[in-house]
């Protein structure tokens, strides 16, 4: 992959530079571990996959698949994790797949959903694709996120020899903004914006009750709910 070498002209996509951004192979670990604990094994999907990391690391031990909304990711996942199947669709209208022992959707990739109708619907639609007892294993950010970024956030380092700065900052409406920038030679640069939505966990209980799973939640990978945390972690069951 190359940057820059036409004048510097910055065109970056978010799939391209995730792993440098992002990748946390022990956390990758923390969250096998914690799946390990409630389904020893299994058909997994796992929601939102993203560059494929998780997938990679659970895959010897489950029949694994995954889906996410952005191709450049899966391509990335692909390349990870050659002969899986991967869908690229909408987590909120799950098509042409299966029913599983397990869906999973982590990083927080449940707060990319903005509107309380979406959890509606992913909660709904993963109801359908579960095998009877199946869990929905998902983490989202606590309301602590809100007010540890009331303060702007900022980061900044080189990716790939490209200057980023990458600000991360809550506002109105329980939104959590992360804005990237990556700039050139000449001062040029390229932005991304990306919005999470926090919801209160009193909500999403409710909404899964509504839906009839029956669940627990957990702090931070720990048997035990505290107000400090960074991200709930549920454990959902359909019956029967």
């Not at 993203?50 to 690391?57: A, E």
């Not at 914006?193 to 909404?207: D, E, F, G, N, W």
């Amino acid at each position: 992959m190359i940057y820059g070498q036409i004048n510097w002209l910055i065109m970056i996509e978010l799939a391209d530079v995730y792993d440098d951004l992002l990748q946390d192979l022990d956390a990758i670990e923390s969250y096998r571990k914690f799946i390990k604990q409630h389904l020893d094994q299994g058909e997994i999907l796992e929601l939102a996959c993203g560059t494929g990391d998780l997938i990679q690391c659970l895959k010897s031990e489950y029949q694994i698949e995954g889906l996410d909304i952005d191709e450049k990711m899966l391509n990335k996942a692909r390349e990870k994790n050659p002969g899986f199947k991967f869908y690229h669709q909408s987590m909120l209208k799950l098509e042409n797949t299966l029913k599983y022992d397990a869906i999973i959707l982590f990083g927080d990739s449940l707060n990319y959903l903005l509107e309380e109708t979406e959890i509606k619907q992913l909660f709904q639609q993963v109801l359908q694709h579960l095998k009877p007892k199946g869990l929905f294993l998902f983490d989202m950010h606590s309301e602590q996120r809100l007010i540890e970024f009331k303060e702007e956030y900022i980061e900044e380092g080189l990716i790939q020899s490209i200057p980023y700065q990458w600000t991360i900052m809550s506002l109105e409406d329980s939104m959590v903004h992360h804005h990237f920038a990556f700039y050139s030679k000449d001062s040029q640069f390229d932005e991304k914006t990306v919005i999470q939505r926090v919801y209160p966990c009193a909500m999403i209980k409710k909404l899964l009750n509504e839906n009839g799973y029956e669940f627990e939640v957990y702090s931070d990978f720990n048997y035990q709910v505290r107000l400090d945390c960074e991200k709930y972690f549920f454990v959902a069951r359909r019956g029967k």
